[in-house]
């Protein structure tokens, strides 16, 4: 797959996955990019994430908060809002079916593509 192909790929899911993260406790932008890089193509890199958590605070999605760190300077924490919490529970009801579907038509048609050969 190319690299224009995943960000394709990236574009729709990629801040859902950031609202998961988050989910449960606030985060660190740091400590968000390594956990999305665990999930291998999620995450180009972390330059990435910074505009996608400022359109989701822009959205009312996300909350940010300046934590002071142990060590250096303060640290920026993402926090999901209640209006963050509905559109990742939209997003969950509607990725299962739609996965599901995408899935089913590329199963569907599999055996008929021809191989390059």
């Given at each position: 797959?190319?690299?224009?192909?995943?960000?394709?790929?990236?574009?729709?899911?990629?801040?859902?996955?950031?609202?998961?993260?988050?989910?449960?406790?606030?985060?660190?932008?740091?400590?968000?990019?390594?956990?999305?890089?665990?999930?291998?193509?999620?995450?180009?890199?972390e330059g990435?994430?910074?505009?996608?958590?400022?359109?989701?605070?822009?959205?009312?999605?996300?909350?940010?908060?300046?934590?002071?760190?142990?060590?250096?300077?303060?640290?920026?924490?993402?926090?999901?809002?209640?209006?963050?919490?509905?559109?990742?529970?939209?997003?969950?009801?509607?990725?299962?079916?739609?996965?599901?579907?995408?899935?089913?038509?590329?199963?569907?048609?599999?055996?008929?593509?021809?191989?390059?050969?």
């Open positions: 797959m190319t690299e224009s192909q995943l960000v394709q790929l990236r574009k729709g899911v990629l801040e859902y996955c950031i609202l998961a993260q988050i989910a449960d406790a606030p985060k660190y932008g740091l400590e968000l990019a390594k956990q999305l890089s665990q999930y291998g193509n999620l995450l180009a890199n990435n994430l910074y505009p996608i958590l400022s359109r989701l605070r822009k959205l009312g999605w996300v909350t940010t908060m300046w934590v002071e760190a142990p060590a250096g300077p303060p640290r920026r924490y993402y926090g999901i809002t209640a209006d963050g919490r509905a559109a990742l529970r939209t997003f969950r009801e509607t990725w299962v079916a739609f996965s599901a579907d995408a899935t089913a038509a590329l199963a569907a048609t599999q055996d008929r593509v021809p191989s390059a050969t």
